[in-house]
């Protein structure tokens, strides 16, 4: 059986339950939003549209790539991490893997683009 999710939690629960019944505590497990002034966005182009590409770029401003330039471990059990998918959007966004600086785009298929449903 396939689940969108690897663990379930419970109102009041003091442990994630993973879908194989075992139990872990929450107090191993911590998720914070952090303010990164050293990587900074750029959007270009409108977005859902075939030209549109959500670029990342240093403090000086130079594109670089959020693949190979940005790095995973930022030390004290922080690390960085970059959603491609949009939040309350069904565009299907996506790594652009043979672009330089590999920016985000939205995906297509056939020319078109794609949604999720």
């Keep these: 059986m396939l689940l ?3 663990f379930s939690l419970k109102r009041g629960n003091k442990a994630l339950t993973l879908n194989n019944g075992r139990r872990l505590s929450k107090r191993l497990f911590s998720c914070n ?3 990164n002034p050293q990587v900074r966005i750029k959007r270009e182009g409108q977005p859902e ?6 670029f990342f770029e240093d403090a000086s401003g130079k594109k670089i790539s959020p693949w190979h330039d940005v790095p995973l471990h930022l030390g004290n059990g922080v ?3 970059i959603v491609e998918i949009p939040r309350e959007s069904s565009a299907k966004m996506e790594v ?3 672009e330089l600086h ?3 785009k939205q ?3 056939k020319g078109k683009l794609r949604y999720y449903p």
Excluded: E
């Design 4 to 6: 969108k999710t690897p």
């Design 33 to 35: 939003a952090i303010y």
């Design 49 to 54: 549209t075939l030209n549109y590409r959500v």
């Design 79 to 81: 690390f960085n991490f």
């Design 96 to 98: 652009a893997t043979v």
């Design 102 to 104: 590999t920016p985000i």
């Design 107 to 109: 995906d297509t298929k």
